[in-house]
T-cell receptor
Framework: DAGVIQSPRHEVTEMGQEVTLRCKPISGHDYLFWYRQTMMRGLELLIY????????DSGMPEDRFSAKMPNASFSTLKIQPSEPRDSAVYFC??????????????FGPGTRLTVL | RKEVEQDPGPFNVPEGATVAFNCTYS??????FFWYRQDCRKEPKLLMS???SGNEDGRFTAQLNRASQYISLLIRDSKLSDSATYLCVVNPGNTPLVFGKGTRLSVIA
C-alpha cells in the first residue's frame, strides 16, 4: 500500500491567497483526520470524517478554513484567505474500523505551509 | 489542566544511556494509551501501545499508572537512531486520540 498521500509537500503563498491541501487516505480506511502542527500548540485536530461525512469540525480555527471529502479516496482542506498565522505543517491521517479511536492512525508526510 | 502533558525536553543523553519520559493525562475515563515517534520533519508513527500490565518491545518499555494518571516510556541502551520526538497519545473513549506536544530526545555519540 502506498500509505496516506498528501500534496503539495511544500506550499509558499502570500497573505490573502487561497490554499488547497489534498489528501488520499489508505484504501479501505473509513476515518480521515486533518491535523495542524506548530511548535507552540503541538498537533491539533482540525476536523475528521467517517465514511466521507464530517463528524466534528470544532477544531477548525475559523470560517476561513473548510474541508471536504467528496469520496472515500480524496479529501481537501482549504484556507481562504490565508494569513501568516496559518503557517504550520498540516497532516492528514486515516484509520479503519469500528474501534477507530483505538486503532493506529496512519499519517501522511504532511504539507509544510508558509504564508508570507 | 491540559488533556495530555509532557516535558518538552530536550533530553540530551549519551549513547548507551537509559532515559525515561513521563506523561500525565487529565481524563480519568481514558481507555487506551500509546506512544508515537516523530522524526525531524517527518510524520508521527506508532511506536507502541501501553497496556495496564506494562509492555516491552526490545529496548523500549511502556508503563501505565491509572491511579496517578500517568504513562511512562523507558528506553534502554540508547542509540543515535532513537533521536526523535516522542508523543504521548491518549484515547479519551468517545472522541479521537489526543496527542501531547511531545518530548524531544537527542542521543549524542
Amino acid at each position: 500500500d502506498a500509505g496516506v498521500i498528501q500534496s503539495p509537500r511544500h506550499e509558499v503563498t502570500e497573505m490573502g491567497q487561497e490554499v488547497t491541501l489534498r489528501c488520499k487516505p489508505i484504501s479501505g480506511h473509513d476515518y480521515l483526520f486533518w491535523y495542524r502542527q506548530t511548535m507552540m500548540r503541538g498537533l491539533e485536530l482540525l476536523i475528521y470524517f467517517n465514511n466521507n461525512v464530517p463528524i466534528d469540525d470544532s477544531g477548525m480555527p475559523e470560517d476561513r478554513f473548510s474541508a471536504k471529502m467528496p469520496n472515500a479516496s480524496f479529501s481537501t482542506l482549504k484556507i481562504q484567505p490565508s494569513e501568516p498565522r496559518d503557517s504550520a505543517v498540516y497532516f492528514c491521517a486515516s484509520t479503519y474500523g469500528t474501534a477507530s479511536y483505538t486503532d493506529t492512525q496512519y499519517f501522511g508526510p504532511g504539507t509544510r505551509l508558509t504564508v508570507l | 489542566r491540559k488533556e495530555v502533558e509532557q516535558d518538552p525536553g530536550p533530553f540530551n543523553v549519551p549513547e548507551g544511556a537509559t532515559v525515561a519520559f513521563n506523561c500525565t493525562y487529565s481524563n480519568s475515563a481514558s481507555q487506551s494509551f500509546f506512544w508515537y515517534r516523530q522524526d525531524c520533519r517527518k510524520e508521527p508513527k506508532l511506536l507502541m501501545s501501553v497496556y495496564s500490565s506494562g509492555n516491552e518491545d526490545g529496548r523500549f518499555t511502556a508503563q501505565l499508572n491509572r491511579a496517578s494518571q500517568y504513562i511512562s516510556l523507558l528506553i534502554r541502551d540508547s542509540k543515535l537512531s532513537d533521536s526523535a520526538t516522542y508523543l504521548c497519545v491518549v484515547n479519551p473513549g468517545n472522541t479521537p486520540l489526543v496527542f501531547g506536544k511531545g518530548t524531544r530526545l537527542s542521543v549524542i555519540a
